[in-house]
Each structure stands twice: as structure tokens, then as C-alpha cells.
């Protein structure tokens, strides 16, 4: 087993990796669906949808800020933390966009 910095788990990180990767694009296609399929039985389901996310925007927001900042502390930081929560809302911002959901930036 290879150990990097002492962890045991580090030879197997690219591989972590590529399995959230797939995981997330999984369950971003499964909720693009789900919010197409609802808004195009019940289209007032739409502008629930988008009060809903417009609630929760901020609070979302507030802790990707605080994951960042820990996620970009050494040993070995990730990213620069503006970088991983600019690249964290896009991604946000894209499947609202895929989701027909498309919201004022906050």
C-alpha cells in the first residue's frame, strides 16, 4: 500500500475521485429530470421551485464558503478558496439552467 504524507488512502484518491465525478453527473441528470417532469405535468410547480431555491440560496451559499475555507487549508490545499466557490456556483447556476430554473445571482 502506498502511503502519501501518511495516508493510507492516497493511491486511491484519483479513483475517489473519478467515482464522485460520475455520482455527481448521476444525480444531476436525475434531478434535471425529475424538475422538467414535474414542471411539465404541474407548471406552476415552476415558480414553487424557484421560491424554494431562492429560500435556500443564501444559507447554500453561506456553507460552501465555509467547506472552501477548509477545504484550502495545508497540507495540501485544493484550491484557492475563490476559485473552488466560483467553480462551486457555476456548477450550481448550470443545473438550474438544465432544470429550466434559471435565478438571479445572489
Known sequence: MTHERGNPLAFRSPLML?????NN???CDWSA????YAVAQRPASAELLK??????????YLSIE???????????????E??????VRAAHRAL???CGLN????
Not at 103 to 106: A, N, T, Y
Request: proline fraction near 12%.
Open 82 to 87: 475563490p476559485v473552488a466557490a466560483a467553480k
Open 33 to 36: 429530470a425529475l424538475v422538467q
Open 66 to 80: 465555509a467547506l472552501v475555507e477548509l477545504f484550502g487549508q495545508p497540507p495540501r490545499p485544493l484550491q484557492p
Open 96 to 98: 438550474l439552467a438544465r
Open 51 to 60: 421560491q424554494w431555491i431562492t429560500h435556500w440560496n443564501w444559507p447554500s
Open 18 to 22: 473519478d467515482d464522485f465525478e460520475l
Open 25 to 27: 453527473e448521476r444525480s
Open 103 to 106: 435565478m438571479v445571482e445572489i
